[in-house]
């Protein structure tokens, strides 16, 4: 069964770090884009970061660059976002999805077509 599952969220105090994991089974996530979204209730899920399949290639969103870092482990078919500095404003269900795409990655893509069933982070003031 194709699947991908986050985890590594949770409730941090604004200014804290968290490291979220996005782990494959079922099939190698090598030569998948992966991206990471994030979505609050009532709100557009927005595009957070990406990494290309390669690796070589990042995006991030305005209201994360120089707070969140991207980085993948294939031998351990595991990709990672690391949050530093985290607002309040940062709360909200994270989530990753693969889109085929070796070279580059957008977090504007529509191309993302398997997604995770995201892990909750709270950051509080």
């Known amino acids: 069964q194709v699947q991908l599952v986050e985890s590594g969220g949770g409730l941090v105090q604004s200014g804290g770090s968290l490291r979220l994991s996005c782990g494959a089974s079922g099939f190698s996530l090598a030569g998948y884009a992966i991206g990471w979204f994030r979505q609050v209730p009532g709100k557009e899920r927005e595009g957070v970061s990406c990494i290309s399949g390669s690796g070589g290639s990042t995006d991030f969103a305005d209201s994360v660059k120089g707070r969140f870092t991207i980085s993948r482990d294939n031998a351990r078919n595991t990709v990672y976002l690391q949050m530093s500095s985290l607002k309040p404003e940062d709360t909200a269900v994270y989530y990753c999805?693969?889109?085929?795409?070796?070279?580059?990655?957008?977090?504007?893509?529509?191309?993302?077509?398997?997604w995770g069933q995201g892990t909750q982070v709270t950051v509080s003031s």
């Open positions: 999805a693969t889109e085929r795409r070796r070279w580059a990655c957008s977090i504007f893509s529509h191309n993302y077509d398997t």
